[in-house]
Protein backbone atom coordinates (compact mmCIF):
# COMPACT_ATOMS: atom_id res chain seq x y z
CA UNK A 1 0.00 0.00 0.00
CA UNK A 2 2.69 2.50 -0.93
CA UNK A 3 0.01 4.97 -3.01
CA UNK A 4 -3.13 5.36 -1.71
CA UNK A 5 -6.09 6.46 -3.50
CA UNK A 6 -8.60 7.44 -1.14
CA UNK A 7 -11.70 5.17 -1.60
CA UNK A 8 -10.38 2.18 -3.61
CA UNK A 9 -10.01 -1.55 -2.50
CA UNK A 10 -8.76 -2.39 0.92
CA UNK A 11 -8.73 1.53 2.30
CA UNK A 12 -11.28 2.87 5.50
CA UNK A 13 -12.93 5.06 2.40
CA UNK A 14 -13.66 2.34 0.59
CA UNK A 15 -15.03 0.46 3.52
CA UNK A 16 -17.74 3.64 4.19
CA UNK A 17 -18.83 3.24 0.40
CA UNK A 18 -19.30 -0.47 0.88
CA UNK A 19 -21.63 0.10 4.24
CA UNK A 20 -23.22 3.55 2.69
CA UNK A 21 -24.30 1.24 -0.60
CA UNK A 22 -25.36 -1.65 2.31
CA UNK A 23 -27.27 0.29 4.15
CA UNK A 24 -29.12 2.74 1.32
CA UNK A 25 -29.65 -0.63 -0.51
CA UNK A 26 -30.83 -2.65 1.92
CA UNK A 27 -33.43 0.46 2.91
CA UNK A 28 -34.55 0.94 -0.24
CA UNK A 29 -35.80 -2.97 -0.43
CA UNK A 30 -36.90 -2.82 2.76
CA UNK A 31 -39.12 -0.09 2.01
CA UNK A 32 -39.93 -1.18 -1.37
CA UNK A 33 -41.17 -5.02 -0.07
CA UNK A 34 -42.90 -4.21 3.45
CA UNK A 35 -45.29 -1.57 1.96
CA UNK A 36 -47.94 -4.31 0.18
CA UNK A 37 -48.75 -5.13 -3.94
CA UNK A 38 -45.17 -3.80 -4.79
CA UNK A 39 -45.45 -6.96 -7.12
CA UNK A 40 -48.17 -5.75 -9.30
CA UNK A 41 -45.92 -3.37 -11.10
CA UNK A 42 -42.80 -4.42 -13.37
CA UNK A 43 -40.52 -1.53 -12.06
CA UNK A 44 -40.99 -2.54 -8.82
CA UNK A 45 -40.30 -6.05 -9.16
CA UNK A 46 -36.92 -4.82 -10.63
CA UNK A 47 -36.33 -3.00 -8.01
CA UNK A 48 -36.60 -5.74 -5.44
CA UNK A 49 -34.65 -7.91 -8.12
CA UNK A 50 -31.55 -5.59 -8.38
CA UNK A 51 -31.33 -4.78 -4.99
CA UNK A 52 -31.22 -8.42 -4.03
CA UNK A 53 -28.11 -8.76 -5.76
CA UNK A 54 -26.47 -5.20 -5.11
CA UNK A 55 -27.10 -5.89 -1.05
CA UNK A 56 -25.06 -9.43 -0.98
CA UNK A 57 -22.32 -7.95 -3.42
CA UNK A 58 -21.66 -4.79 -1.37
CA UNK A 59 -21.63 -6.59 2.24
CA UNK A 60 -19.20 -9.18 0.95
CA UNK A 61 -17.23 -6.28 -0.41
CA UNK A 62 -17.45 -4.32 2.67
CA UNK A 63 -16.03 -7.51 5.24
CA UNK A 64 -12.89 -7.54 2.38
CA UNK A 65 -12.31 -4.02 3.16
CA UNK A 66 -12.45 -4.42 7.09
CA UNK A 67 -10.65 -7.51 7.23
CA UNK A 68 -7.66 -6.04 4.77
CA UNK A 69 -8.25 -2.90 7.25
CA UNK A 70 -8.09 -5.02 10.16
CA UNK A 71 -5.14 -6.92 9.51
CA UNK A 72 -2.92 -4.64 6.92
CA UNK A 73 -2.58 -7.31 4.20
CA UNK A 74 -3.54 -5.96 0.63
CA UNK A 75 -5.44 -7.88 -1.79
CA UNK A 76 -4.58 -5.65 -4.48
CA UNK A 77 -3.62 -7.72 -7.49
CA UNK A 78 -4.95 -7.23 -11.01
CA UNK A 79 -7.35 -9.83 -12.02
CA UNK A 80 -9.59 -9.50 -8.20
CA UNK A 81 -9.28 -5.85 -9.46
CA UNK A 82 -10.74 -6.04 -12.46
CA UNK A 83 -13.76 -8.28 -11.58
CA UNK A 84 -14.77 -5.89 -8.83
CA UNK A 85 -14.70 -2.86 -11.20
CA UNK A 86 -16.77 -4.96 -13.62
CA UNK A 87 -19.03 -6.16 -11.09
CA UNK A 88 -19.51 -2.39 -9.34
CA UNK A 89 -19.89 -1.14 -12.75
CA UNK A 90 -22.71 -3.14 -14.18
CA UNK A 91 -24.57 -3.44 -10.52
CA UNK A 92 -24.23 0.49 -10.88
CA UNK A 93 -25.52 0.50 -14.55
CA UNK A 94 -28.55 -1.77 -13.53
CA UNK A 95 -29.17 0.01 -10.06
CA UNK A 96 -29.60 2.95 -12.24
CA UNK A 97 -31.87 1.29 -14.47
CA UNK A 98 -34.23 0.68 -11.03
CA UNK A 99 -34.20 3.75 -9.42
CA UNK A 100 -35.15 5.59 -12.61
CA UNK A 101 -38.21 3.35 -13.72
CA UNK A 102 -39.60 3.00 -9.94
CA UNK A 103 -38.95 7.50 -9.49
CA UNK A 104 -40.73 7.32 -12.90
CA UNK A 105 -43.83 5.21 -12.31
CA UNK A 106 -43.98 6.73 -8.94
CA UNK A 107 -44.29 9.66 -10.41
CA UNK A 108 -46.98 8.55 -12.87
CA UNK A 109 -49.25 7.37 -10.35
CA UNK A 110 -48.90 10.29 -7.90
CA UNK A 111 -50.14 12.73 -10.75
CA UNK A 112 -52.48 10.33 -12.99
CA UNK A 113 -56.03 11.23 -13.05
CA UNK A 114 -57.42 8.86 -10.59
CA UNK A 115 -56.14 7.59 -7.11
CA UNK A 116 -54.04 5.11 -7.87
CA UNK A 117 -51.64 5.05 -4.92
CA UNK A 118 -52.57 6.26 -1.25
CA UNK A 119 -50.06 8.94 -0.12
CA UNK A 120 -48.70 6.86 1.95
CA UNK A 121 -47.84 3.98 -0.10
CA UNK A 122 -46.29 6.09 -2.48
CA UNK A 123 -44.08 8.11 -0.07
CA UNK A 124 -42.94 4.71 0.66
CA UNK A 125 -42.19 4.30 -2.82
CA UNK A 126 -40.33 7.70 -3.41
CA UNK A 127 -38.20 6.63 -0.20
CA UNK A 128 -37.62 3.67 -1.92
CA UNK A 129 -36.22 5.07 -5.27
CA UNK A 130 -34.39 8.11 -3.21
CA UNK A 131 -32.68 5.35 -1.57
CA UNK A 132 -31.96 3.18 -4.36
CA UNK A 133 -29.98 6.49 -6.17
CA UNK A 134 -27.68 7.17 -2.91
CA UNK A 135 -26.89 3.29 -3.35
CA UNK A 136 -26.55 4.09 -7.21
CA UNK A 137 -24.15 7.24 -6.36
CA UNK A 138 -22.36 5.61 -3.97
CA UNK A 139 -21.46 2.21 -6.32
CA UNK A 140 -20.76 4.75 -9.19
CA UNK A 141 -17.89 6.44 -6.55
CA UNK A 142 -16.39 2.99 -5.71
CA UNK A 143 -16.56 2.00 -9.70
CA UNK A 144 -14.31 5.47 -10.39
CA UNK A 145 -11.95 4.99 -7.42
CA UNK A 146 -11.23 1.46 -8.62
CA UNK A 147 -11.26 2.38 -11.89
CA UNK A 148 -8.53 4.45 -11.37
CA UNK A 149 -6.15 2.45 -9.45
CA UNK A 150 -5.96 -0.35 -11.86
CA UNK A 151 -3.76 0.87 -14.54
CA UNK A 152 -1.04 1.21 -11.57
CA UNK A 153 -0.93 -2.32 -10.86
CA UNK B 1 -2.10 8.08 -34.92
CA UNK B 2 0.66 5.52 -34.41
CA UNK B 3 -1.55 2.93 -32.22
CA UNK B 4 -5.25 2.86 -33.11
CA UNK B 5 -7.92 2.15 -30.45
CA UNK B 6 -10.90 1.96 -32.89
CA UNK B 7 -14.17 3.46 -32.08
CA UNK B 8 -11.52 5.79 -30.35
CA UNK B 9 -11.80 9.58 -31.39
CA UNK B 10 -10.72 10.50 -34.94
CA UNK B 11 -11.43 6.65 -36.71
CA UNK B 12 -13.85 5.45 -39.04
CA UNK B 13 -15.62 3.35 -36.05
CA UNK B 14 -16.16 6.16 -34.04
CA UNK B 15 -17.29 7.98 -36.97
CA UNK B 16 -20.11 5.69 -37.55
CA UNK B 17 -20.79 5.08 -33.74
CA UNK B 18 -21.45 8.83 -33.65
CA UNK B 19 -23.16 8.55 -36.72
CA UNK B 20 -25.62 6.05 -35.15
CA UNK B 21 -26.07 7.47 -32.28
CA UNK B 22 -27.34 10.95 -33.50
CA UNK B 23 -29.74 8.37 -35.89
CA UNK B 24 -31.02 6.57 -33.11
CA UNK B 25 -31.78 9.67 -30.77
CA UNK B 26 -33.02 11.35 -33.43
CA UNK B 27 -35.97 8.30 -34.27
CA UNK B 28 -36.15 8.35 -30.25
CA UNK B 29 -37.62 12.38 -30.58
CA UNK B 30 -39.17 12.06 -33.87
CA UNK B 31 -41.42 8.68 -32.57
CA UNK B 32 -41.79 10.64 -29.04
CA UNK B 33 -42.75 14.04 -30.51
CA UNK B 34 -44.51 13.15 -33.51
CA UNK B 35 -47.12 11.35 -31.32
CA UNK B 36 -49.50 13.90 -29.22
CA UNK B 37 -49.32 14.64 -25.70
CA UNK B 38 -46.23 13.22 -25.06
CA UNK B 39 -45.63 16.25 -22.65
CA UNK B 40 -48.67 14.59 -20.56
CA UNK B 41 -46.28 13.00 -18.64
CA UNK B 42 -42.18 13.70 -16.83
CA UNK B 43 -41.15 10.54 -17.98
CA UNK B 44 -41.59 11.46 -21.35
CA UNK B 45 -40.67 14.95 -21.42
CA UNK B 46 -37.61 14.13 -19.75
CA UNK B 47 -36.73 11.59 -23.17
CA UNK B 48 -36.98 14.67 -25.45
CA UNK B 49 -34.82 17.21 -23.14
CA UNK B 50 -31.94 14.28 -23.27
CA UNK B 51 -32.40 13.50 -26.65
CA UNK B 52 -32.52 17.02 -27.72
CA UNK B 53 -28.98 17.41 -25.72
CA UNK B 54 -27.74 13.87 -27.33
CA UNK B 55 -28.59 14.65 -30.63
CA UNK B 56 -26.08 17.58 -30.97
CA UNK B 57 -23.57 16.62 -29.14
CA UNK B 58 -23.17 13.30 -30.96
CA UNK B 59 -24.03 15.34 -34.11
CA UNK B 60 -21.04 17.78 -33.72
CA UNK B 61 -18.34 14.87 -32.85
CA UNK B 62 -19.46 12.95 -35.54
CA UNK B 63 -18.54 16.01 -38.27
CA UNK B 64 -15.52 16.45 -35.94
CA UNK B 65 -14.66 12.72 -37.16
CA UNK B 66 -15.61 12.95 -40.50
CA UNK B 67 -13.26 15.62 -40.74
CA UNK B 68 -10.33 14.41 -39.35
CA UNK B 69 -10.63 11.37 -41.34
CA UNK B 70 -10.84 13.07 -44.50
CA UNK B 71 -7.78 15.47 -43.68
CA UNK B 72 -6.34 12.99 -42.14
CA UNK B 73 -5.13 15.46 -38.84
CA UNK B 74 -5.31 14.22 -35.41
CA UNK B 75 -7.03 16.40 -33.24
CA UNK B 76 -6.22 13.88 -30.20
CA UNK B 77 -4.84 16.22 -26.86
CA UNK B 78 -5.73 15.39 -23.88
CA UNK B 79 -7.34 18.35 -22.77
CA UNK B 80 -10.45 17.64 -25.37
CA UNK B 81 -10.27 13.92 -25.11
CA UNK B 82 -11.30 14.41 -21.14
CA UNK B 83 -13.98 16.80 -22.44
CA UNK B 84 -15.18 14.25 -24.58
CA UNK B 85 -15.26 11.78 -22.32
CA UNK B 86 -16.71 13.23 -19.17
CA UNK B 87 -19.76 14.66 -21.89
CA UNK B 88 -20.19 11.07 -23.25
CA UNK B 89 -20.51 9.62 -19.77
CA UNK B 90 -22.70 11.98 -18.26
CA UNK B 91 -25.03 12.04 -21.51
CA UNK B 92 -24.97 7.88 -21.51
CA UNK B 93 -26.27 8.01 -18.28
CA UNK B 94 -29.17 10.73 -18.67
CA UNK B 95 -29.70 8.77 -21.77
CA UNK B 96 -30.13 5.39 -19.96
CA UNK B 97 -32.16 6.81 -17.40
CA UNK B 98 -34.49 8.37 -20.00
CA UNK B 99 -34.81 5.18 -21.51
CA UNK B 100 -35.36 3.28 -18.76
CA UNK B 101 -37.94 5.64 -17.12
CA UNK B 102 -39.74 5.76 -20.58
CA UNK B 103 -40.00 1.76 -20.67
CA UNK B 104 -41.38 1.54 -17.32
CA UNK B 105 -43.80 4.19 -17.74
CA UNK B 106 -44.83 2.43 -21.41
CA UNK B 107 -44.80 -1.02 -19.25
CA UNK B 108 -47.50 0.53 -16.75
CA UNK B 109 -49.35 2.30 -19.63
CA UNK B 110 -49.77 -0.92 -21.11
CA UNK B 111 -50.91 -3.14 -18.16
CA UNK B 112 -52.76 -1.01 -16.35
CA UNK B 113 -56.55 -1.83 -15.63
CA UNK B 114 -57.84 0.53 -18.01
CA UNK B 115 -57.17 1.44 -21.47
CA UNK B 116 -54.54 4.58 -20.68
CA UNK B 117 -52.93 4.46 -24.11
CA UNK B 118 -54.46 3.29 -27.39
CA UNK B 119 -52.27 0.48 -29.14
CA UNK B 120 -50.60 2.56 -32.15
CA UNK B 121 -49.71 5.60 -29.52
CA UNK B 122 -47.88 3.05 -26.95
CA UNK B 123 -45.88 1.00 -29.92
CA UNK B 124 -45.04 4.50 -30.84
CA UNK B 125 -43.76 5.14 -27.02
CA UNK B 126 -42.10 1.18 -27.04
CA UNK B 127 -40.07 2.34 -30.45
CA UNK B 128 -38.90 5.29 -29.08
CA UNK B 129 -38.05 4.09 -25.95
CA UNK B 130 -35.95 1.17 -27.54
CA UNK B 131 -34.10 3.13 -30.05
CA UNK B 132 -33.09 5.67 -27.00
CA UNK B 133 -32.08 2.08 -25.21
CA UNK B 134 -29.63 1.16 -28.47
CA UNK B 135 -28.20 5.36 -28.77
CA UNK B 136 -27.40 4.78 -24.86
CA UNK B 137 -25.50 1.45 -25.64
CA UNK B 138 -23.38 2.87 -28.95
CA UNK B 139 -23.02 6.31 -26.34
CA UNK B 140 -21.59 4.31 -23.81
CA UNK B 141 -19.07 1.99 -26.74
CA UNK B 142 -18.00 5.53 -27.00
CA UNK B 143 -17.11 6.45 -24.00
CA UNK B 144 -15.35 3.08 -22.85
CA UNK B 145 -13.03 3.08 -26.16
CA UNK B 146 -12.01 6.74 -25.74
CA UNK B 147 -11.65 6.41 -21.73
CA UNK B 148 -9.04 3.58 -23.06
CA UNK B 149 -6.99 5.52 -25.01
CA UNK B 150 -7.09 8.35 -22.66
CA UNK B 151 -4.22 7.28 -20.60
CA UNK B 152 -1.43 6.68 -23.63
CA UNK B 153 -1.52 10.27 -24.14
Known amino acids: MDEEVP ?27 LGVQFYGYTAFCYLATVMGLVIPWSFTLALVDGYSILVKCSIRQPGILLVIVAGDWILSILTLAAACSTASVVDLLLHADGPYCSQKLCS ?28 SL
Open 7 to 33: GSLGTRASFSLRLGQTIFSSASLLFMS
Open 124 to 151: RYQISAAMAFLSWFLSLASTLFNLWLLP
